[in-house]
């Protein structure tokens, strides 16, 4: 076993690691993180301002809320606006800041040259006064602000490298010749994109690229949100976790800018109030297959609590509360789960089967779909039932999942505790053994 | 006073072993400061702290974090998967430590 370990861990290390140094990914992400507290509170904004609760076919319909929804609805909905719908602003700049960091560059510089090549491109200004379309400023743009984010910073980069900056006599002050330096990448950056913002102009009738890069990604988008590509995203996050390997950590900065377009179409929906159109959107995969941690563990973690192996029982006890809150790094480590291959098998199993009932129940309305996002550490069912605006089929669907994925570990469970019991009682025959030699 | 940082995705499962070293160190009347972050902080907390312990989990960006450390004359190690998955932090301080007599 020893062997095994070690030779999965010569192949899958240097192939992790080479993954989470790829400095777009670990931008994408970082970005993603600097833009989670506005997009948080901003789909809460959305989600307080269409409570199922004015829909008259609705059991909790109510006629206060609806009542003060028409009166003050449209007060309330600029906090929205100001955050999921601007995201890919706050997401563009920290990209970039983020990438700049990673190459050695100024960092506020940076993410505003990402910022500016993203508005150059995504917000149109037209009539008088100013208006900025923003349209393609929320999640629609996310493909646009990453594309041209890292275009910004690797001209910025390009430029710095070979020392292209405007460059001024000596007795010039220095403050005052730094500020000509980062003259040279936005000129830079205009002659790149403006050109393809007058050429899309111009074609029949006039696009963006945004609007072009949307079309392009289009297959892409909805192909993500099949049950094929959850089953493959859960089977490769859990087979890293199986191998020491925090999985979602690697993959999640990929998986996120997918299901943050899908969360935007639905929240879109929502807003106009049509039926909303995707299912692998937000925190899907927080509400039916973390229910626990990595591996849905929570069920896992209170049946080792009152497991008889004195082991089992101490590591139970530790993981059940962090595992309410999705962290379950105790038992993946202390169980073990990671390269056990008693444990590992529903390991990996169980959160597919628990992405498949979900992805049925969504697409056959049992379950809401998600529109909105709740920090990941919120407890899954309570995640379910908050994100998908308060659906009580997502709740008893997160329910019945916690209580399934349970019921899935305990075969498993009982195995390995029987091995690990006959190992204890060996250990303890030994020791009393050493004590009192007259036994033995 | 010996500065300790603990770093993992997150920062929110280290944070469970921090409390646990420092209940640790209190035991041993150390003086030590021992705090948790994400990945994304492990810049700053660098230059900051005087060692780090990585979580396991995170051992693919070791090589990478130990070429940052070094250039500050500082040490990163993983934790070893036991000591972090039984919550150990008697043998997560003693690894620390034995860091920083090496350095």
Known sequence: ?440 | MIRIFLCCSAGMSTSMLVKKMEQAAAERNLQVEIAAFSMADFDDAIQKYDVCLLGPQVKFKLADFQAQAAKLNKRVEAIEPMTYGMMKGEVALDQALSLLELA
């Open chain 1, 1 to 440: 076993m020893e062997k095994v370990i070690e030779r999965v861990e010569q192949i899958l290390l240097p192939l992790a690691s080479k993954i989470a140094s790829i400095k777009y990914l670990v931008a994408v992400r970082d970005g993603a993180i600097f833009a989670m507290p506005f997009l948080i509170v901003g789909s809460l904004v959305l989600l307080l301002l269409n409570l199922p609760l004015s829909d008259p076919n609705n059991f909790m319909y109510s006629q206060w809320y609806t009542n003060l929804m028409t009166e003050y609805k449209g007060d309330w909905l600029q906090p929205f606006y100001a955050t999921m719908g601007i995201a890919c602003i706050f997401i563009s700049f920290g990209l970039g800041s983020s990438l700049g960091k990673q190459y050695g560059l100024p960092e506020i510089p940076s993410g505003f040259l990402s910022l500016f090549a993203f508005m150059l491109v995504a917000a149109p200004v037209t009539g008088w006064p100013p208006a900025i379309n923003a349209s393609y400023l929320d999640g629609k743009g996310m493909f646009t602000a990453i594309i041209v984010g890292f275009l910004a910073v690797e001209v910025y980069r390009l430029l710095v490298t070979k020392n292209l900056t405007i460059k001024l006599p000596e007795q010039v002050p220095p403050a005052i010749a730094r500020s000509f330096e980062s003259l040279t990448p936005v000129i830079a950056i205009i002659l790149i994109l403006q050109p393809i913002n007058i050429t899309l102009s111009n074609m029949g009738d006039g696009v963006l690229l945004p609007q072009l890069l949307m079309d392009l990604f289009k297959p892409l988008i909805s192909a993500s949100d099949s049950l094929g590509a959850l089953l493959f995203i859960a089977f490769i996050i859990h087979l890293l976790w199986f191998c020491g390997l925090h999985g979602a950590n690697i993959v999640m900065g990929v998986v996120g800018t997918f299901t943050l377009t899908n969360l935007q179409m639905n929240q879109e929906a929502l807003a106009a109030g049509e039926h909303l159109p995707t299912i692998f959107a937000g925190g899907f995969l927080d509400n039916y297959m973390n229910l626990g941690g990595s591996g849905a563990t929570l069920g896992l973690a209170i049946a080792m609590a009152i497991s008889k192996s004195a082991h089992l029982k101490s590591i139970g006890r530790i993981s059940i509360v962090p595992g309410v809150f999705n962290i379950n790094e105790p038992i993946l480590f202390g169980a073990p789960i990671i390269m056990n291959p008693i444990l590992g098998i529903p390991f990996i199993l169980v959160p597919m089967i628990n992405v498949t009932i979900a992805y049925f129940a969504t697409s056959m309305d049992i379950a809401g779909r998600v529109v909105a996002l709740v920090p990941w550490t919120t407890p899954g069912p309570l995640a379910a039932f908050l994100s998908t605006n308060f659906n009580f089929g997502s709740l008893f669907l997160a329910l019945g999942l916690l209580v399934l994925s349970t019921f899935l570990y305990l075969p498993f469970l009982n195995v390995y505790t029987k091995s690990l019991m006959a190992q204890e009682q060996a250990e303890r025959v030994k020791k009393a053994a050493m004590n009192n030699p007259a036994i033995a």
